[in-house]
């Protein structure tokens, strides 16, 4: 899961990545817990020698004075999941909506380049031959041209933007993203993000502060800074979930006395492929998954006691996975 941070130079983009990642962290990669509260009631029942939460891993990509990417950087971002990009709304010398516009409207002209050179290339083979091109992949492209002329993303489209025939075009206005508005401390309090539409999000922080409470050493130290301000937390926590939201992720648990660990799966994948997850071989063998909900083991507090109440199941392979689901899969090697 790999989520790249663009915006302009000057937004705070840098901040809030050394935010995320810590201020130990050298370069421009990191691997970003993803805070999961359901791990610690589980941890408090097994005492395992081991927990471990999900993972993401943010990459800092440099911005550019009057593009927020650039032609090489776009090429960079091909492979990552998800964009948080992050806008100059506290300077007071940048438009942030016009900062939106022109990100959007970078990665909507990278994506009818590439289809405007494949649909060219298609219509030369046709000349040559029919059965050298995919027809199904031609359908697929004259219909993300037309959203594109509309001037609107591919991501509007969620279907399309799924679609595996596109898949391998790695379009990038198909990506999700989050627009991380760096405002002014003094404007937190009243600042009201746009509404969300498909597949974009938006949330307000000061990179500044985050920046700031991030290098606190305690948490005695980072809880009086919080109360001098008169703020209850990091909004980071809320940037971590935001991206794992957009990402289509929910998470399932697993739970024993030598780990309890949390564990990334697309939503509506099932039981099978959340055996994938873990191992191959968990896969190939599955016979069968013992599932207990989140809010039946908050009731029940064991296992055992779940057990004798019915509330822990016995499913097969086509189970869809819930969030929060705590699974121990049967399988044989």
């Not at 691997?31 to 408090?44: D, F, H, T, Y």
């Not at 993303?153 to 596109?166: G, Y």
């Not at 002014?184 to 920046?211: C, K, W, Y």
Request: hydrophobic share 45%; with cysteine; proline share 3%.
């Amino acid at each position: 899961m790999k989520t790249a941070i663009i915006g302009f130079s000057g937004s705070g983009k840098t901040e809030l990545f050394r935010a995320l990642a810590g201020p130990q962290v050298l370069g421009n990669r990191a691997m970003v817990k993803v805070p999961e509260p359901r791990l610690e009631p589980l941890s408090a029942l097994f005492k395992p020698k081991k927990v471990t939460c999900t993972e993401i891993e943010y990459l800092d990509l440099p911005g550019g004075g009057t593009q927020a990417l650039g032609n090489r950087l776009l090429s960079d971002i091909r492979g990552a999941d998800c964009l948080l990009a992050v806008l100059d709304a506290f300077s007071g010398t940048q438009d942030p909506l016009k900062q939106q516009d022109s990100i959007e409207a970078e990665l909507m002209v990278s994506d009818m380049a590439v289809i405007e050179k494949k649909l060219d290339k298609i219509l030369e083979d046709k000349k040559k031959a029919r059965h050298l091109y995919n027809l199904e992949e031609e359908e697929m492209l004259l219909k993300a041209q037309e959203i594109l002329e509309q001037e609107m993303p591919l991501r509007i489209d969620r279907n399309l933007a799924m679609n595996e025939v596109l898949k391998g075009f790695a379009f990038l206005s198909a990506k999700p993203v989050l627009y991380a508005w760096n405002l002014a401390e003094n404007r937190l309090a009243d600042f009201q993000v746009p509404s969300e539409e498909t597949n974009m999000g938006h949330i307000a922080f000061s990179a500044r502060l985050e920046r700031e409470m991030s290098e606190l050493e305690s948490e005695q130290e980072l809880h009086e800074f919080m109360q001098d301000l008169g703020i209850s937390g990091s909004v980071l926590d809320r940037v971590i979930a935001g991206t794992y939201l957009l990402l289509g992720l929910i998470t399932f648990l697993t739970a024993g006395d030598k780990e309890v660990r949390a564990w990334p799966l697309r939503s509506g994948q099932n039981a099978w492929e959340a055996a994938g997850v873990i191992h191959s071989d968990i896969q190939k063998g599955f016979i069968r998954a013992e599932v207990l909900a989140w809010n039946d083991f908050l009731r029940c507090k064991t296992f055992k006691k779940a057990r004798e109440l019915g509330m822990l199941r016995l499913e097969g392979k086509e189970y869809i996975v819930r969030d929060g689901d705590v699974i121990t899969f049967r399988f044989n090697v």
